[in-house]
């Protein structure tokens, strides 16, 4: 348990302080016309410092409402009119500064939430991003639930909770400094009295705050021990169903066409009954909480009055010493009881803190295994663009793949691959790009080549169609007219006019038209080594030929290595290269390359 605590306690230190470290520097506006280029963590710093001695500011205020309450109530009891309006002038000026403190407390805590946000989504999305890190995650089997919802939402509400609940916490501190003064003096001042005794005890109004406070804590504790795994739970479910919602939506077509709504509706429907779940789970443990916590909480307003009543009814103090007891002791007991009364957020945030830093040390470990593969690159040798030597391939679990594959390809030489399913070719691709962890031996490539891969489904980011066909950028851009060539030259030129228009063409094209539009940003491109992974699967023989010739007339030093199971295939490159099953065992080898003519 003191090894989870300590744990979760470095993981929550790793998330909050690096965003007021930064020396990343950023401009700073104040107004229209002013603005400075400093380092984040004095903007962060300085926003929170600003926050927090509002907050001080206000606890100040509270202790000057506590000994106004002592005027205001001794001037009811005297009946003395010119003491009654001279403290409602003074509470009108304590008002009004708490009115203003609130506003700009508040104004500057939005401030920081948003820019300690965008700093921290800006930082899990670049890890995310950088070196294919999400899928590397995603290859190594242990990839995060629904990462869209950890850096758009869990972030915000991280940010959110913790300047809530930190800020929270020194304001109960410094309230249980300042008015544990003002209870101790009372308590000098009035000693304790029970059954008619009167008991020396120094200090004893905070010492029973104190001991109030330290049994609900731990009840609390008790009680609500188990909310931070619920809520990590409901989190959880709650990202499932939205995300069975939106692959439903994506795969529409199939759906309809497979008559698949009844199965569809029960998929949905057991994932939202697992919210269900949680939800009455939460309901009951929430219920048990409520009953002590809100029953803490009214016992804690009368038992002032219970220690002070005495004195009072004696004539031993007045009524304004009664309720100015009655407000600090309310103070120190509501202070000493963040926890009780933090207790809910507290157990959400540490959830939400749970999730991120779980995501983030996921991120870390696909980069390590990466950097801690045995698969090392060098410069390919003279006249070659692309080589492998001795690469053996094995799955996570240590099932050998593909064992000392040698391959040497040329500028302008297309090679294809073939093999049984389960062969391991789209694994060797992996492993050329650097994605395959459970890899070993050289991969070899020629200084600066530009490599292009295409998969057999094609990505088409948000955005234009031009957008699309340009993806991912980087110079040199093609022209538009040169764009204009290329569609027409694939066959697309009825998307021509369209070029300008935002849409989802991945919902709109067909796969045919899907793949040649990945092969003509290819063509753009203009690559030294261009990887095809059945990237013309969805294209009838004649126009995959047509495509194949067209890629060689406009790519012609480009060195082609592709994967395919069509026979059609075998006259369209250069070379045959055969992946086969070995006889003896379940390992995969490759096997000596064949000669097969390419078709002119």
């Known amino acids: 348990m003191k090894n989870d605590t300590r744990s979760r306690m470095s993981a929550i230190w790793q998330l ?32 929170l410092l600003l926050v927090l001695a509002i907050e001080f500011g206000q606890v100040g205020l509270s202790i000057l409402l506590n000994s106004w309450n ?65 899928y590397r995650v995603r290859l190594r089997g242990d990839a995060a639930d629904n990462p869209d919802q950890r850096i ?39 000693p304790l009295e029970i059954a008619g005794y009167h008991i020396a005890g ?36 709650e990202a499932d169903l939205r995300f069975a919602l939106i692959h439903l939506r994506e795969n529409s077509e199939q759906v309809a066409l497979l008559r698949g709504e009844d199965a569809e509706f029960n998929i949905l429907r057991n994932r939202f009954s697992d919210i269900v779940t949680n939800w009455y789970d939460i309901m009951r443990r929430q219920k048990f909480l409520t009953f002590f916590t809100t029953g803490y909480n009214q016992a804690a307003v009368v038992l002032p009055f219970l220690i002070m009543a005495p004195h009072y009814f004696a004539g031993a103090i007045m009524l304004g010493v009664m309720t100015q007891t009655a407000g600090a002791f309310g103070q120190v007991q509501s202070s000493m009881s963040f926890f009780v009364n933090a207790y809910t957020d507290l157990a959400e945030w540490i959830a939400i803190a749970d999730r991120l830093s779980g995501f983030y ?25 692309l080589g492998l030597a001795g690469v053996s391939l094995s799955t996570p679990a240590g099932k050998t793949l593909l064992k000392s594959v040698d391959l040497d390809l040329k500028p302008g030489e297309s090679v294809l691959l073939t093999a049984p399913s389960g062969a391991g070719k789209t694994t060797l691709l992996r492993a050329i790009l650097g994605f395959w962890p459970d890899a070993e031996g050289e991969v070899l490539t020629q200084s600066g ?33 040169e764009i204009s060539r290329v569609l027409k030259r694939m066959g ?48 009838d023989e004649a126009t995959e030929a047509q495509t194949h010739r067209i890629l060689r007339a406009e790519l012609p030093n480009t060195a082609i290595l592709s994967i395919g199971h069509r026979s059609s295939l075998l006259a369209l490159h250069d070379r045959v290269v055969r992946l086969t099953p070995r006889d003896d065992s379940d390992e995969r080898a490759i096997a000596l390359p064949s000669r097969t003519a390419a078709a002119s």
């Open 449 to 481: 080549a530009r490599l292009v891969v295409l998969p057999q489904k094609p990505y088409f980011p948000l955005g234009s169609l031009n957008a699309v066909l340009t993806y991912p950028g980087g110079d040199p851009m093609p022209s538009p007219e």
């Open 16 to 47: 909050t302080t690096p965003y007021f470290l930064s020396t990343e520097r950023s401009t700073l506006r104040i107004g229209s016309f002013l603005k400075w280029k400093v380092a984040e963590r004095w903007i962060g710093g300085g926003l």
């Open 492 to 539: 697309l030129g009825h998307l021509q006019s369209a070029l300008g228009e935002t849409r989802r063409w991945d919902e709109i094209l067909s796969p045919g038209e899907q793949q040649r539009i990945a092969l003509a940003r290819a063509v753009l491109r203009k690559p030294d080594i261009l990887l095809l992974d059945e990237a013309s699967s969805a294209l």
């Open 202 to 237: 120094h200090g004893y109004l905070v010492w029973i705050a104190a001991a109030f406070a330290l049994i609900a804590s731990v009840g609390a504790h008790l009680i609500g021990r188990t909310l931070a795994r619920l809520n990590f739970s409901r989190q959880r479910r």
């Open 70 to 134: 002592a005027e205001f109530y001794n001037a009811l009891q005297m009946k003395n009119v010119d003491a009654f309006w001279h403290q409602l002038a003074v509470f009108s000026a304590i008002a009004a500064a708490f009115i203003v403190s609130s506003a700009y407390q508040l104004y500057l805590n939005q401030w920081l939430q948003i820019r300690w946000r965008r700093w921290m989504t800006e930082r899990y999305i670049r890890k995310w991003l950088d070196n294919g890190t999400h």
């Open 152 to 190: 758009a939402e869990d972030i915000a509400l991280y940010v959110n909770s913790t300047l809530s609940l930190g800020v929270g916490f020194l304001s109960a501190l410094s309230s249980i400094i300042s008015f544990s003064i003002i209870l101790w003096g009372i308590s000098a001042e009035v």
């Open 361 to 385: 040390d996921q991120m870390q470990s696909a980069v390590d295994a990466a950097s801690g593969s045995a698969l090392s690159t060098r410069d390919a040798v003279a006249g070659s663009v």
